[in-house]
DNA sequence: TTATTATTTTGAACACGTTCAAATAGAATG
DNA sequence: CATTCTATTTGAACGTGTTCAAAATAATAA
């Protein structure tokens, strides 16, 4: 892992990531290479594997950094608006905004699917940065009346959280203008997830709640 | 890409695929090597990459394999089932069963989100691939007598086909004893897509059908 | 100060996927 | 048959991420 003690070794490292991002953004996670981003830091190749376990870890860092830089912002978002739509359409705008100028870089990040790989977003490796994130999901979750059956209002936070995950990844591949398909997604389906809402609190849809609260907990497991 | 031409040489490359599959069941795919694959054919490195583009191409290879063997069972199962829900149960549940000696090794092709990448699911690369299966969820479809509407019914088979590769993406990873979490899930969503299609049919659903229905064009583009 | 220990830095070396010019074998042509 | 062309096969070499023993530097103890 990344070892931080002293002040002086900090700012080696910051130097690293920097130049890493650098690099990244000028040719591209994939075109880069190690011996590239460790000239550009003024470093030994070494020196930047002291630092960041991995070529992939350097995109970690960029993400914690990221968290880090966001999480007033969200925050205000959290306290300033008051529906769950509002709330998700701020949170995850505000993310896709915060990424746009590196939206490559993220693709870097969504790359690994496979839970036992420790970059993955459902790996034990990343569990604190994804409940740092899920918390946010949850607070806009708790705080705002929604009127779900106990079977399923535990599991919203984690769906929505995915649901962000989901639409993330549309948006790092979209390569509409602007990525102005993206926007229409996230558009419908925050309209479609308010009527359903609605939709849930009567009756007609009372048959599907047992087999979803089933569901949900075979997926996630209890509680 | 891989040049058949002669049957001489088409022996060969068999030996090289065989001597592959070997190799990743006993190694894992990340640890076997393409010197190890060579020697196990008996023929130099060059050799299997004359055959095959990449050490990925030759898990590629095996999904094609796979799919032309697979083939007859389920022109079985389309014919000898009516309903969707049984055609799902009966298309899904066989390709599980195919690769469940192989499990491992479908992670490996599962692992490639981007659909830059040549062996993205997502690909125009593997579109002949999808295209192939895909047909399998038409017919499912098209020959069972849903009701739902027309701004709706013409995706369906695209998002049946996407069902599978999320189902197949959890069944890969699911490392719950004989993947009994996998099973619990297939069984409960399939349960419960029943319902949904029951419920469309009913008046308060409608409201949904519009959004729905949009929100497909935005995702998958026209008709 | 000097000696000792801990931290940081180095760059050669390793393993692996991949490439490619050259060698070989096979087919076609005269 | 010899010759030319094509298909196959070879293995050394390249570029890359990563490792690691050793060196350099800083911190601490004596």
Redesign the interface.
């Known amino acids: 892992m990344t070892r931080r003690t002293v002040p002086k070794s900090e700012e080696t490292r910051r130097r690293i990531l920097a130049a890493a991002l650098t690099v990244f953004r000028e040719r591209g996670f994939q075109n880069a290479t190690m011996r590239e981003i460790a000239a550009a830091a003024g470093v030994a190749v070494g020196a930047a594997y002291y630092y960041f376990d991995s070529k992939d870890a350097l995109v970690m860092a960029f993400y914690e950094q990221a968290q880090d830089e966001m999480a007033p912002e969200l925050e205000r978002i959290l306290s300033a608006s008051h529906t769950i739509e509002q709330r998700l359409r701020g949170i995850i705008g505000q993310k896709l905004a915060y990424f746009a100028p590196n939206r490559a870089l993220v ?1 870097a990040l ?7 790989h420790p970059l993955s977003p459902f790996s034990t490796a990343t569990a604190p940065i994804r409940n740092r994130d899920l918390a946010f999901f949850e607070r806009a979750v708790a705080e705002s009346k929604l009127r779900l059956p106990a079977s399923i209002l535990p599991y919203l936070p984690r769906l929505l959280w995915l649901y962000q995950m989901g639409l993330v ?1 549309f948006w790092v ?1 979209d390569c509409s203008p602007q990525q102005g ?1 993206t926007g ?2 996230f558009d ?2 925050l ?2 997830m308010r ?2 809402f609605k ?1 849930a609190e ?1 009756p ?2 009372r ?2 709640f047992r ?2 609260g ?2 949900l907990r ?2 996630y497991g209890e509680v």
Chains 1, 2 share one sequence.
Request: aromatic share 4%; no cysteine.
């Open positions: 693709g969504t790359a690994h699917i496979d839970p036992a990844l591949y398909r229409m997604l419908k389906t309209r479609m009527m359903a939709l009567l007609p849809l048959p599907l087999p979803a089933e569901l075979a997926i």
